[in-house]
């Protein structure tokens, strides 16, 4: 074999390895970095939400705090063994808990923290219930989980 045909022959070969080389293959979804969400856009959209709760809450609206929950919502209550499931079980302890409301007594509530991947996020919050002279009755603490 010549010098030539030698020289021809290797660079065909490499031209065709080069021609056979392959894109490397996408990462699957779960291994792919994603942007990470906007948690402080994400914890005001929920403390407008809330605040909205605190309006009908207030004015002992059991239709407005009940439209604030999906069809398939799950309650868990303080005190309470069962768990309420569905709009129509939470929009019935929502009417108890409210009949039981003091005159003149107001509710504030407060998103203190949110995490979640921003499709599913849990919210951590406070709660200050004040009587009908302005001071504070008590405090608590709740935690709900969103789904967009």
Do not use: H
């Amino acid at each position: 074999m010549s010098k030539s045909t030698f020289f021809t022959t290797l660079s065909l070969c490499i031209l065709l390895f080069a021609a056979c080389q392959q894109a490397p293959a996408p990462k699957p979804a779960a291994m792919q970095e994603t942007s990470k969400p906007d948690m402080a856009a994400i914890k005001a959209e929920i403390q407008v939400l809330e605040n909205a709760w605190e309006v009908a809450d207030n004015a002992r609206d059991v239709e407005a705090v009940a439209a604030l929950y999906a069809d398939d919502a799950i309650s868990i209550e303080l005190y309470k063994p069962d768990m309420a499931v569905g709009k129509a079980a939470i929009r019935k302890s929502i009417e108890e808990v409210l009949a039981k409301r003091s005159k003149g007594e107001t509710a504030t509530y407060e998103t203190m923290d949110v995490f979640g991947d921003g499709n599913i996020v849990t919210e951590t919050g406070k709660t200050t219930v004040k009587d009908a002279n302005g001071k504070v009755a008590y405090t608590g603490k709740y935690m709900a989980i969103w789904e967009k």
